[in-house]
């Protein structure tokens, strides 16, 4: 039985989603399309996904009860604890997933598209696992910025491709990708969120859904119930807050909580918070809310962090956001920095500069003493220390 969350037959979640592809891409989306969710349904699939999840990447990842941030906050609040799996991120969920829909595809050559670097990494990380061929592209600014992890994917066997147009970031390389898989048909285009053409987004928010699945025994094992009232994720693209809702959609006493960059303020000119400023228009194949001019043309955002740094979200999240079933707030580059420097001082966990965002809005919300929140807490912060040093003591 289909829920109002998952895709119709035309790949729409309301009035968002869709395959919006140049026509030489059809058989490669519909090959895709008509194979997924029997391969993610079958036996010997979640046999092999699962193995690899225990043992490869290191699942379940605990649920941590935050004592000192819940004594602060004066709440109950738990943390996902995405930061501790394979390559320090919940995009690994997804890679191994895709990986092993690819190979039962046939496929021998992947492509995928990197902002933090993150993405590329988890990606090279299943190619190597696999033994497949890897290209990775990648904003020319982002491989400046994320340093090491170009180093991680050279080391993993990948070819890194610099994207040179626009604003040399995520969107940028994502188009350099599209391209590619145009003229290579034969590639499997492995995507990082819940984006592009139907039915990567549906077969991502299933692919993460591990998040949720695991909350849900995590929380009963801890509390005696499986519902947490509130679930806070970051969204980029929108992945590690789908695989965290997912198996709470349809419980609507269950208050789900977005968070986006903002940048240097929503307002500001310098900001990456979608759902606030954007409309409802095209990107990488798929109708969603994106941040755009009266001319249609895509705005540059702008985040501290390069995983947020992204003008869409995925159909789904522009779905959630317009039937109102999740609240979207926002978090400043200056107040995720507070909230990193704060999670780091109170728990001794450094965090990604994108899952920060989601710590950020725990100082604005109106919290109840008897509150059980759930944090997504996304990924580490090794890779941002640079970021991190040049604001230290600031
Ligand atoms: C990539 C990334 C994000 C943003 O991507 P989503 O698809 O929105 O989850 C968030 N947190 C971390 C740690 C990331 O690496």
Not at 209 to 219: D, L, N, R, T, V
Request: a negative charge; charged letters at 25%.
């Amino acid at each position: 039985m289909k829920t109002k969350f998952q895709p119709d037959e035309n790949g729409y979640f309301g009035e968002f989603g869709g395959a919006y592809i140049p026509e030489l891409l059809y058989p490669n989306v519909k090959e895709i399309e008509d194979n997924y969710i029997q391969i993610i349904e079958s036996e010997e699939f979640q046999k092999e996904y699962r193995g690899l999840l225990k043992d490869y990447v290191g699942r379940p990842s605990p649920l941590y009860y935050a004592t000192r941030l819940s004594e602060k906050y004066k709440a109950h609040i738990y943390l996902k604890r995405e930061d501790l799996v394979h390559t320090g991120a919940h995009k690994i969920n997804n890679t191994i997933g895709q990986i092993l829909i690819a190979q039962k595809l046939g496929k021998t050559q992947i492509i995928a598209e990197t902002g933090a670097g993150q993405h590329g990494v988890a990606t090279a990380t299943v190619c190597a696992l696999m033994g497949m061929d890897c290209t990775v592209f990648m904003g020319e600014k982002d491989i400046v910025r994320q340093a090491p992890n170009v180093a991680r994917m050279k080391m993993l066997g990948a070819k890194v491709v610099p994207a040179t147009s626009g604003s040399k970031t995520l969107k940028d390389a994502t188009n350099e990708a599209i391209r590619y898989w145009i003229q290579n048909p034969h590639t499997f285009y492995l995507i990082g969120s819940v984006v592009g053409p139907h039915p990567h987004p549906d077969m991502v928010a299933r692919l993460q859904a591990i998040i949720s699945e695991e909350i849900k025994w995590q929380m009963k094992e801890k509390t005696g119930k499986e519902n947490p009232d509130t679930i806070i994720a970051c969204v980029g693209g929108g992945s590690n807050a789908a695989g965290a809702f997912y198996h709470y959609l349809e419980n609507e006493e269950v208050e789900l909580i977005a968070v986006e960059a903002a940048g240097l303020g929503v307002t500001s000119g310098e900001s990456a918070a979608t759902s606030q400023l954007g409309e409802v228009g095209i990107i990488h194949g798929s109708k969603t809310i994106l941040m755009q001019d009266e001319y249609g043309q895509i705005v540059e955002p702008y985040s501290i962090s390069a995983g947020l740094d992204y003008p869409g979200v995925g159909p789904l999240h522009a779905f959630l956001f317009d039937s109102k079933r999740a609240k979207f707030m926002n978090a400043t580059d200056q107040e995720a920095l507070d909230a990193a420097f704060e999670l780091t001082k109170v728990e001794g966990i450094i965090p990604a500069l994108e899952t920060a965002h989601a710590f950020a809005v725990l100082p604005k919300m109106d919290l109840r003493e008897d509150q059980v929140i759930v944090i997504n807490l996304s990924g580490r912060g090794d890779k941002d220390l640079e970021t991190y040093i040049k604001h230290l003591d600031a």
